[in-house]
C-alpha cells in the first residue's frame, strides 16, 4: 500500500489562487453549496498544483471560506487550465458561456471578438460559431477547436455584413435567430445570383410565407419560393440544389 497524495487541511485562504481562465464563479451553485455545508460539511477536498492553485473545487473553496470553515487540499504537481477543463468536462459538463468567459479572461483576442459579436447580435453558440467561421452549417471540429481555445475569426468583416443581412429580416419574422434558417440565408448568400435587397423587398409583400421549419433545407426551400415569386423561369435561382 503506497500513499501518493494526501489530504492537507489548512484555515489559510490567502495561500490559494484561482487559475487564470477558469469559469467564473456560480452564484447560484455557491449558494446551493454553502446551504448544504451549514447543514453538514463533507470535507470533500479540493486539488491545487504546485501553484496552489485551484485545479479542482473553487466553489467548494468558496464556500468553505465565506462559512469560516477549515479548507482540506491535495496538492498535484504540474496540473494547468487544460486539466481544469477536463476534471470540469468529467464532473460538470462546461457550457459554451463557460469556455468563451474563461478564454476572455486569458485576454485571447479571438475569444474576446466572438463574446462582442455574440452580444451585439444575440444569435446562440452555434450560430456565432458558424458566421465567424465562415460556415453555412454546424460543425463537430469547429465547435471542438471552440473549446480547445484554438478557435480563430475567418472574416470578421463578413460575419459581421452577413449577420446584418440576417437581422434585417426581423422585421418580416420574429424567428430569424433560429439555427436553421441562419444556416439556410449563409447557403443563399453564397449563390452568385442572390440579391439581399430583392428578397428583403419581396418579404415585404409575402410576410406570412416564412414560418418556421425544423430544418435549413425547408428553410432553403422557402427563401427559393419567396425570393422567384413572379420571376421569369429564366432569371429564377436554384438554392436548394446548394445541398
Not at 418556421?212 to 429564377?236: G, H, M, P, T, V
Request: charged share 25%.
Amino acid at each position: 500500500m503506497k500513499t501518493i497524495n494526501q489530504v492537507i487541511t489548512t484555515n489559510d485562504y490567502s495561500m490559494f489562487k484561482i487559475i487564470d481562465g477558469n469559469r467564473s464563479i456560480n452564484k447560484l451553485h455557491l449558494k446551493r453549496l454553502k446551504e448544504s455545508i451549514k447543514e453538514k460539511y463533507i470535507t470533500v477536498p479540493i486539488i491545487v498544483n504546485h501553484k496552489f492553485q485551484i485545479i479542482d473545487g473553487q466553489h467548494r473553496f468558496n464556500a468553505a471560506k465565506e462559512l469560516g470553515k477549515p479548507i482540506n487540499y491535495i496538492k498535484v504537481n504540474g496540473l494547468d487550465l487544460a486539466d481544469v477543463h477536463r476534471l470540469n468536462t468529467n464532473s460538470k459538463n462546461w457550457t459554451a458561456d463557460s469556455y468563451m468567459d474563461g478564454y476572455c479572461k486569458l485576454g485571447m483576442q479571438e475569444y474576446m471578438l466572438y463574446r462582442d459579436f455574440k452580444n451585439k447580435y444575440g444569435f446562440g453558440h452555434n450560430e456565432t460559431n458558424a458566421l465567424l467561421t465562415n460556415r453555412t452549417s454546424a460543425g463537430g471540429h469547429h465547435i471542438e477547436a471552440f473549446n480547445h481555445g484554438t478557435f480563430k475569426v475567418a472574416d470578421y468583416n463578413l460575419a459581421t455584413e452577413n449577420a446584418d443581412k440576417i437581422t434585417q429580416v426581423a422585421q418580416y419574422y420574429d424567428g430569424y435567430r433560429r439555427r436553421g434558417f441562419i444556416y439556410a440565408m449563409l447557403e443563399a448568400f453564397t449563390h452568385p445570383k442572390y440579391n439581399h435587397n430583392e428578397f428583403l423587398s419581396k418579404l415585404s409583400f409575402q410576410k406570412g410565407k416564412l414560418y418556421d421549419c425544423s430544418k435549413a433545407e425547408q428553410y432553403l426551400e422557402l427563401i427559393q419560393k419567396i425570393y422567384n415569386f413572379k420571376r421569369s423561369d429564366d432569371s429564377k435561382i436554384r438554392l436548394v440544389d446548394v445541398f
